[in-house]
């Protein structure tokens, strides 16, 4: 056989998943006559419980939420085979769960209510995986799920969603599920983002999930305004810290209200599959995920693979890529765009197609190089 070739992608979200990914580029390095080991992986955003129940083992429950856009969805979750429940924040509360975008109005009550089901369950033991959510609550409307009261100026009770947590005159913390002191819980994050400022959650993320200049703004000035009651409720001092603004601020929430712990999520899987045991002898490490640009080396996939893999040579293919050639040379990183010359709609309906001419052109070329 020839060189060995360590394959461990992301999915290419709204085209392929990581498995498809994995499948695809193994089956071209193979053709061209390499020896290949395939991890397909996540780093705690979308494909997350499909890794973690492939490298465990456990089964997959579901139950009728509240999506994004207010209406009733249906959503996963998993528990491992030792009892572990795998939650994603963005199976409940995904920017994909909408056929049209609420930047203001969604909130993370159904992922509260995942995590009641899987407390119903008997699970005391979660991995809550923050990454692809559509909503900037702070994960108040988690907290809401599991029994913490917000009130208004009249005292009235309600559930904050990004646009009315300004409102919120005080919280009430002493209806939450006793369960959840009985549980531990841990974060996996893909982002480093404190919850608020230039850098947190409202100014970064909101956009993407369709919110305007002005949405940005209050949504900030929200974040801050209900973080001082949340810390006056909880205790919890954790704004600042990175990973705060995680999922639209549920990091914080999720340390505040369930005294989570958080951890990168790329480090915590690939301690789940064994990664430094699937590099040995490895020559080259084949990643890939829709869009790469200057957020991939900070917490994301690429950027705990490049951190863990050493001086070894790593390719990336991608839809598209906006990250500049100096970081390419100084990562040690061949980027493949395999989208380069068609539209992104077009990409992501073909990615299947792209991605296996890209790729077996790539590792043809690399056997003919020797």
């Known amino acids: 056989m020839g060189k060995k070739?360590?394959?461990?992608?992301?999915?290419?979200?709204?085209?392929m998943t990581s498995e498809e990914v994995a499948d695809i580029i193994s089956l071209s390095a193979k053709n061209a006559g390499f020896n290949v080991t395939s991890v397909p992986i996540a780093d705690g955003g979308e494909g997350s419980i499909d890794c973690i129940l492939r490298i465990l083992g456990g089964k997959k429950e579901s139950l009728k939420v509240l999506g994004p856009s207010g209406k009733k969805i249906t959503a996963f979750y998993g528990i491992t085979a030792n009892g572990k429940a795998v939650i994603e924040i963005a199976e409940s509360t995904g920017i994909t769960k909408q056929s049209s975008l609420h930047p203001m109005s969604a909130n993370t009550f159904g992922f509260?209510?995942?995590?009641?089901?899987?407390?119903?369950?008997?699970?005391?033991?979660?991995?809550?995986c923050l990454g692809g959510s559509a909503s900037t609550d702070m994960g108040l409307?988690?907290?809401?799920?599991?029994?913490?009261?917000?009130?208004?100026?009249?005292?009235?009770?309600?559930?904050?969603?990004?646009?009315?947590?300004?409102?919120?005159?005080?919280?009430?913390?002493?209806?939450?599920?006793?369960?959840?002191?009985?549980?531990?819980?841990?974060?996996?994050?893909?982002?480093?983002?404190?919850?608020?400022?230039?850098?947190?959650?409202?100014?970064?993320?909101?956009?993407?999930?369709?919110?305007?200049p002005s949405e940005?703004?209050?949504?900030?000035?929200?974040?801050?305004?209900?973080?001082?009651?949340?810390?006056?409720?909880?205790?919890?001092?954790?704004?600042?810290?990175?990973?705060?603004?995680?999922?639209?601020?549920?990091?914080?929430?999720?340390?505040?209200f369930l005294k989570a712990k958080i951890s990168s999520g790329i480090d915590?899987?690939?301690?789940?599959?064994?990664?430094?045991?699937?590099?040995?002898?490895?020559?080259?490490?084949?990643?890939?995920e829709g869009k790469l640009d200057e957020q991939s080396l900070m917490g994301k996939v690429l950027s705990g693979i490049k951190r863990r893999a050493g001086a070894k040579k790593l390719v990336s293919f991608c839809g598209i890529s906006t990250l500049?050639?100096?970081?390419?040379?100084?990562?040690?990183?061949?980027?493949?765009?395999?989208?380069?010359?068609?539209?992104?709609?077009?990409?992501?309906?073909?990615?299947?197609?792209?991605?296996?001419?890209?790729?077996?052109?790539?590792?043809?070329?690399?056997?003919?190089?020797?």
Do not use: W
């Open 5 to 15: 070739i360590l394959v461990i992608p992301d999915s290419f979200k709204g085209s």
């Open 112 to 128: 509260g209510e995942l995590i009641k089901d899987a407390l119903n369950k008997g699970c005391r033991d979660f991995l809550l």
């Open 141 to 212: 409307g988690m907290a809401a799920a599991l029994g913490v009261k917000f009130l208004d100026k009249f005292g009235k009770s309600f559930v904050p969603t990004g646009e009315s947590m300004g409102g919120i005159e005080k919280i009430d913390i002493s209806g939450m599920d006793k369960r959840v002191r009985e549980s531990s819980f841990l974060i996996m994050s893909d982002v480093e983002s404190p919850l608020y400022g230039e850098k947190g959650a409202a100014y970064v993320f909101s956009p993407q999930k369709g919110a305007s």
């Open 216 to 256: 940005v703004k209050v949504l900030d000035d929200n974040l801050r305004h209900a973080s001082k009651l949340v810390k006056e409720a909880t205790g919890c001092d954790f704004e600042s810290v990175k990973g705060a603004g995680a999922a639209g601020g549920s990091g914080y929430g999720c340390v505040a």
């Open 268 to 288: 915590a899987m690939l301690d789940l599959c064994g990664f430094e045991e699937a590099l040995k002898d490895c020559e080259l490490i084949a990643t890939g």
């Open 324 to 370: 500049p050639k100096d970081l390419e040379r100084e990562s040690n990183l061949t980027v493949i765009e395999i989208g380069k010359n068609v539209s992104i709609e077009e990409s992501i309906k073909n990615g299947k197609k792209l991605l296996k001419k890209a790729s077996e052109e790539f590792f043809n070329e690399l056997k003919e190089r020797g």
